[in-house]
């Protein structure tokens, strides 16, 4: 058995529908189900038991959680607007940090989502080195919460014992409940539909152009193989980046859109709010050397074509992954 914690959510669900691909059904599925649309990606997976978030941290502060061989920890909020430090400690750093000393103490393979938003502004680069896990300077509270785990695991010297997923711009099916934390490729497509036009925020660094400020996108179908490669080399630990591993721009991201709608590029620049400029990633790129040396050899989904993808399978006939 197999706990997905998140899953109901987007890369959770999408874990949890390429292993009913491979024939496994029997899962612990922990997730609020306080979404419309996460109830419809809940509706096409096959599992043993869904969970409250609540209710499982309950049964594993009492011990009473089912044998399983792994724990796969999807689930946090993921919102790098929350202002709620409290709470991101409790839901996102103490969680984790439950839910790894269980398995520690268990011998399950634990994998956890880290976060690309550790790296803050980059100035201290984006390798995956644990030994440079200091010096990074995340831009908001989210990106702290995980950069906290992240120390804890270290500082307790367990690393050796768990795998730290960082995982940067991932978009595809399933995102539909993230409401304002949609990737650019949902919210683009229907600004596409509605308006006839993307809207894309102006530059306030004179080296990058408006709309030239860049991201390391990755597919969603990308992300979880990645994933999964942890899941079957059980001898694998560390915290590894799942990313590209290439830089694209946003105009690059709008014009895939438009192409794979069969439209004309039209794009809009407006400006960026006070509130998210000084915590605005400008470059991100996913240093993807450690994974590859690891043993990871599949090709990583083009920008264009993942986005052709998900458009014309997904969004355009309103499906998600496993419909």
């Not at 899962?27 to 969970?51: A, G, Q």
């Not at 894309?200 to 490669?229: I, N, P």
């Amino acid at each position: 058995m197999v706990v997905v914690t998140g899953g109901v959510g987007f890369i959770g669900s999408a874990i949890i529908q390429a292993l009913n691909a491979r024939g496994a059904t029997d899962f612990i599925v922990v997730d609020e189900t306080d979404h419309p649309e996460k109830k419809k990606n809940l509706t096409s997976l096959k599992y043993s038991e869904l969970k409250q978030k609540d209710a499982f941290l309950n049964s594993v502060l009492n011990r009473s959680v089912p044998k399983v061989e792994a724990i796969i920890h999807m689930g946090a909020c993921s919102s790098t607007t929350e202002t709620d430090e409290a709470f991101l400690i409790r839901n996102n750093y103490n969680y984790t940090r439950h839910l790894a000393e269980y398995a520690l103490e268990r011998g399950i393979r634990f994998i956890y989502a880290s976060s690309a938003a550790t790296y803050g502004n980059g100035e201290n680069g984006y390798s995956d080195d644990e030994s440079k896990l200091e010096t990074l300077e995340p831009l908001n509270l989210y990106g702290e919460s995980k950069q906290r785990f992240d120390r804890w695991a270290k500082e307790q010297g367990v690393l050796d014992r768990m795998v730290g997923l960082k995982y940067f711009n991932v978009f595809g099916p399933n995102e539909y409940h993230k409401e304002d934390m949609q990737s650019m490729v949902r919210k683009g497509f229907m600004q596409a539909q509605d308006t006839g036009k993307i809207q894309l925020f102006k530059s306030y660094q004179t080296e990058y152009a408006d709309g030239g400020q860049e991201r390391d996108f990755l597919y969603v179908k990308d992300a979880v193989e990645m994933t999964l490669f942890f899941l079957d080399h059980p001898d694998l630990n560390g915290i590894f980046n799942v990313g590209a591993g290439v830089a694209r721009n946003w105009i690059d991201l709008a014009t895939a859109v438009f192409k794979a709608m069969g439209k004309e590029p039209q794009i809009e620049f407006i400006d960026m709010p006070d509130s998210i400029r000084a915590q605005y990633q400008y470059h991100t790129c996913a240093g993807i050397e450690k994974i590859r040396s690891a043993g990871y050899t599949r090709s990583i989904t083009s920008l264009e074509d993942a986005i052709t993808d998900y458009i014309q399978n997904y969004l355009l006939p309103n499906k998600r992954l496993g419909e």
